[in-house]
């Protein structure tokens, strides 16, 4: 048993031969939550999930419950599947306030239970809103010492967000899965225009392709279905920005400026707000806080939570303070467009180059 990567993972869904022990982790959170579920379809069947699925969420995990469940019996089938979802073990409180803590006592019953999957259980933990990695590189400590007793055990697989061109990879092959080709260029359009949430673009691809029957989607499909927002594109500029992206912040912020319903004062309001976002999902991860945290501490509408999520998966490696002087720069922005008499598209331009001048 060890580490495998998202294409051995697949292998083993595929082949059916789904056993012992699994932790699902990474940044690109809908992958995650995709593959927790094709592992649950796997291994219980349709109409049984009343007693042979067991979901279990990390927050006051009832120990003695889960080692119930995993040691459990399936009914009428071969496997039963137990799930944990966003179980973190560092302080509670820094990341789920209200958590009972881990005491050494439960800490050795969660061992003594991933240690001893039965052969009849399948055993998924799997993060759906929570960064195990604490905004760094690697899981840590404590959580890294549960991840590495799975991966003695049991299988580890950590899935991270996709380049925006395998990302359109993915779109063109799941356009395909449902009977209707897409370019490359319309795969691209609509990873934009859905900043690139895998969440959203998979919603608005059943769309597609249902209004194409089975014919090819083209941009002129995307452009016609699919809403083209300003607030989407300069949160896909922002993004650009922080990760000091020079061509496609530029290409992103022509498309924007020639849009007539554009106006620079508009973009410089939608982008100081995207920015923010940013900021405020650095300085979270900084602190071992999660998404729930997030949307309720800043007031956030359920609405805009792939914001968020996008957010949280965008600034890993982004450093704290060059986001700090991006929102100091749009400040500045701000200021010179509403006292100076220079053309306000050429300031924000100014602004973009400054930020990306690292």
């Known amino acids: ?72 019996f399936p009914m009428f089938a071969d496997k039963l599947c137990v799930t944990v979802c966003d179980l973190d073990l560092e302080e509670e409180t820094k990341q789920r306030p209200g958590h009972r803590k881990l005491d050494e006592t439960r800490m050795k019953q969660l061992t003594e239970t991933v240690s001893n999957v039965p052969d009849t259980t399948v055993l998924i933990f799997y993060t759906a809103n929570i960064n195990v990695c604490g905004g760094k590189k690697y899981p840590t400590p404590k959580n890294k010492k549960l991840i590495d007793l799975v991966a003695k055990k049991g299988t580890v697989c950590e899935i991270n967000v996709k380049s925006r061109s395998e990302s359109v990879r993915i779109i063109c092959a799941e356009s395909s899965k449902r009977g209707s080709a897409m370019d490359d260029k319309a795969a691209g359009l609509l990873f934009d225009r859905c ?7 998979m919603n608005e691809l059943d769309k597609l392709t249902s209004y194409a029957d089975g014919k090819s989607i083209d941009v002129h499909t995307v452009e016609l279905l699919t809403p083209d927002s ?62 729930p945290e997030i949307m309720k501490d800043f007031g956030y509408s359920p ?51 400054e930020m990306l001048a690292r």
């Open 1 to 72: 048993m060890a580490s495998v990567n998202e294409k051995e993972l697949t292998r083993i869904i595929k082949s059916g031969e789904l056993s012992g022990v699994y932790y699902l982790y990474g940044t690109d959170l809908y992958s995650v939550e995709k593959y927790k579920r094709e592992m649950v379809k796997r291994t219980v069947k349709a109409g049984d999930e009343t007693y042979n699925l067991h979901e279990f969420e990390g927050k006051d995990i009832d120990t003695d419950g889960l080692s119930e469940a995993v040691d459990g």
């Open 195 to 201: 900043c690139s949430n895998m969440t959203m673009i």
């Open 230 to 291: 300003g607030d989407a594109k300069s949160y896909s500029l922002a993004d650009a920005v922080a990760a000091g992206n020079m061509n496609r912040s530029m290409e992103l912020f022509r498309e924007l400026i020639n849009d007539p319903e554009n106006t620079p004062v508009y973009l410089l309001y939608v982008l100081t707000g995207s920015m923010n976002d940013l900021y405020r999902a650095r300085l979270a991860l900084d602190y071992n806080h999660g998404l």
């Open 303 to 353: 609405s805009v939570e792939f914001r968020v999520k996008n957010a949280l998966s965008s600034v890993r490696r982004t450093d704290i303070r060059h986001l700090r002087k991006c929102l100091e720069i749009l400040a500045k922005a701000d200021i010179d467009m509403k006292s100076s008499g220079a053309d306000p598209a050429v300031i924000l331009e100014k602004a973009i180059v």
